[in-house]
């Protein structure tokens, strides 16, 4: 078995192992870390050319107006496919590890698979690319919001990935892509004129909105409640907590931002106008 000396280096750990750490330690102890650097790469390069090829065979004559409007139909189509992929994954990843040993809602902390770690760095590259896109358009301004989400996001999931330790909390945060796919959706069928007041995209808001619930605000809420019992149990570091608390509060709150806005565009402002 590993010293105690190698995992407190590893992940900041105060006390001594309990059982479930112990399980979580032998989860990690022989992962080859190495390669995570070239599968961050990879994913990096995957939505850059996945933008290039948008940029030059799929961008809608109606977003090719202004330079904004072709930016924005790309970067909401790379989004769309992260969502969807990620997704995916999360919510298939969730169910068939649901009886792993700890569970994602017994120990959050030193929850700890493969699926999920490569999982949280894909999401990691798609959100390092993502930031560089916007920068790199020069399109900070518009999307400051969207900008603080991904540093607040690489912060944390740098720090989940470099010391394999709160996958757990990342799974269950990128439960909300499907919901983010959806939303995604959303902004392109405005962009290319779907009608706001047909049945059918009356139905895609509703479901929209439910989605955001179960898959977001629920997910995030779980995460939030867990930080504190974390903390009081004296198995993180100060620094662990201080960042993973400050994190999940700033997640939270622009989701709650985020969530309000949809109520008001879809539902609230629709109202109105149909009045």
């Known amino acids: 078995m590993d010293t105690g000396k190698e995992r407190v280096n590893t992940v900041f750990i105060r006390n001594k192992m309990s059982g479930d750490d112990i399980g979580h330690e032998q989860g990690v102890r022989d992962f080859e870390f190495w390669y995570t650097y070239i599968f961050f790469a990879l994913v990096v390069i995957f939505f850059a050319v996945t933008n ?10 109606s977003s090719s107006s202004s330079v904004y409007d072709s930016w924005l139909w790309r970067n909401l189509s790379v989004s769309l496919l992260h969502g969807l992929l990620v997704g995916i994954w999360s919510i298939m990843s969730f169910f068939y590890h649901l009886e792993d040993s700890p569970t994602i809602y017994e120990d959050p902390l030193y929850y700890f698979n493969t699926s999920s770690y490569l999982m949280m760095i894909a999401s990691t590259a798609y959100f390092f690319y993502d930031a560089m896109d916007i920068v790199l358009s020069r399109v900070i301004k518009k999307n400051i919001e969207i900008i603080i989400h991904h540093c607040v996001i690489l912060f944390s999931f740098g720090y989940y990935w470099h010391a394999k330790v709160g996958i757990g909390y990342a799974h269950l945060s990128l439960l909300a892509e499907f919901s983010s796919f959806l939303l995604h959706a959303r902004k392109l069928t405005r962009i290319i004129g779907y009608s706001s007041d047909s049945l059918q995209y009356h139905i895609f808001s509703i ?8 898959l977001r605000l629920i997910p995030l809420s779980i995460v939030v409640s867990n930080i504190y019992p974390e903390y009081f149990l004296m198995r993180v570091h100060l620094f662990y907590f201080t960042t993973l608390s400050i994190s999940a509060i700033i997640i939270w709150i622009i989701n709650i931002g985020f969530f309000l806005k949809l109520i008001r565009t879809d539902f609230i402002r629709l109202k109105q106008k149909r009045k």
């Open 52 to 61: 290039r090829l948008i940029k030059y065979y799929g961008t809608p004559k």
């Open 207 to 214: 479901v929209n909105l439910i989605s955001f619930f179960i």
